[in-house]
């Protein structure tokens, strides 16, 4: 009988190439293979699982829901939609508009069709920026690799690099309709800009009428810490696209839209069938509710950290550093052998993302446990001695880690041995109550996000 990664290499498309590794269940933050071994999964559906496998609220959730009401296009009202973008208006502390699609491609496709509807057309973008694989959105992606052979793209696209202010001021005139960034580049290598450089691109976007768009597709819904990345900043972007861990594993994007943004899409100027389905909307109320009600803004800074420093501690020469917010973090290589280290640690039981030669991406469920990281800092170095150069056959080169210096994020207090799967209320919760319809996902408070805190 053939294995399931053989089937799929038999009857799937080859764009992925073929996977080394069939999962067939999971729990909380570990997974489990066809042959019965468990792993660690420090990838979380490239931070897609924010509450893990399996989570009761999701189950519950959204077994409710499908049992209910499970879709209704867009022709018709549902309670779970209009419930998350109240809530989600709630965590943002703006009034705005919510655009609900299906991934961050798509969320990022509505942003794209938002500037043009400014009558502008020009867009200014970054090198190294990922916002998705669709025609549209591959032409705000700055990587030329997963662009160039879908060429022409539309336009008016400048790429200017990440993190130079002085490039961005150069690029963006009267003419440009648009900005989006990544508060950190997730798939570029988990690339942090230098302090200040989100508060830039909004006072330079505020001063020639262009919008400012985060895509926060990979850093939002908690996984640095904060609701939104660019809160740490207190800067308030124009618009904001959600998607991964918003539904815990369920497939849902999101445009956030404020102030004039808010007004630009009229009825048929835009639309998806599956857009804001109620059973995905249910997954996302129950991922927020448990988010706040069990204090994980404050437990990822705290196990984010450990984590960091952790590896930071260890002194391996293998590692050139350490850079990231919270548990997004991107582990620097001394050479180009990160796809090595990850099959050397799957060997020991932890999964971890390759995501660029010379970087391991973790971006772990928000509820990995100070245990689950002590047992990968101490199967590190021996993977780390596995992948080196004269164990891989490979030269010794340092000009693969990513355009910027590895830079890390500083939080304060020592992450304490919770000693289970569910980490005790953060202190910074404060209560914002969840919107009184939400029937479809357990009733849980809402922290306020904070405008104060730095990730610098």
Request: aromatic share 4%.
């Amino acid at each position: 009988m053939s294995t399931l990664v053989e089937r799929w290499n038999q009857s799937m498309m080859d764009n992925y190439g073929t996977p080394p590794l069939a999962l067939v269940s999971g729990s909380g933050a570990v997974v489990v293979d066809d042959a019965g071994r468990e792993y660690v999964d420090l990838v979380g559906g490239i931070a897609v699982n924010a509450l893990g496998h399996a989570h009761p609220a999701v189950v519950a959730a959204v077994s409710k829901q499908v049992a209910t009401l499970g879709h209704v296009s867009n022709l018709y009202v549902a309670e779970p939609p209009v419930a998350l973008a109240e809530l989600l208006l709630a965590l943002a502390g703006r009034p705005g508009r919510v655009f609900f699609a299906n991934s961050g491609a798509e969320a990022n496709e509505a942003a794209f069709k938002l500037s043009r509807l400014t009558g502008r057309s020009h867009v200014v973008a970054t090198r190294g920026g990922f916002h998705g694989r669709t025609m549209g959105a591959l032409a705000l992606t700055g990587q030329p690799a997963k662009a160039d052979p879908f060429r022409p793209l539309p336009g008016e696209v400048t790429h200017v690099d990440y993190g130079d202010v002085a490039a961005l001021e150069a690029a963006v005139t009267d003419a440009t309709a648009m900005v989006i960034l990544e508060p950190v580049q997730g798939e570029n290598g988990v690339v942090v800009p230098p302090a200040g450089y989100l508060a830039a691109a909004r006072r330079i976007t505020a001063r020639h009428g262009a919008l400012l768009v985060l895509d926060e597709v990979q850093t939002g819904v908690g996984r640095t810490g904060h609701w939104f990345a660019h809160q740490a900043e207190g800067v308030e972007p124009d618009v904001v696209t959600l998607a991964k861990g918003l539904g815990g594993g369920l497939p849902i994007g999101a445009c956030l839209a404020f102030g004039r943004a808010a007004e630009l899409l009229a009825p048929g100027s835009h639309g998806t069938t599956f857009g804001g389905n109620p059973v995905s909307c249910a997954a996302a109320l129950a991922v927020v509710s448990t988010i706040a009600s069990e204090g994980l803004l404050d437990h990822v800074k705290r196990v984010g950290e450990r984590l960091r420093r952790g590896i930071e501690a260890l002194g391996h020469p293998m590692v050139d550093g350490v850079r990231g917010a919270g548990l997004l973090l991107g582990v620097v290589l001394a050479a180009p052998v990160a796809k090595v280290l990850a099959e050397a640690l799957r060997e020991t039981g932890f999964l971890v993302n390759p995501v660029q030669p010379g970087v391991m991406r973790l971006a772990p469920p928000l509820i990995l446990t100070v245990a689950q990281v002590e047992a990968f800092l101490a199967a590190l170095p021996g993977a780390l001695d596995a992948a080196s150069p004269a164990a891989a056959g490979t030269a010794l080169t340092s000009a693969a880690a990513g355009a910027l210096p590895a830079a890390a994020v500083r939080t304060s207090g020592a992450a304490p041995d919770l000693g289970g799967k569910r980490p005790l209320e953060g202190p910074e919760v404060t209560k914002i109550p969840t919107p009184p319809t939400a029937a479809t996902a357990p009733a849980a408070a809402t922290p306020t996000p904070s405008t104060t805190e730095t990730n610098a």
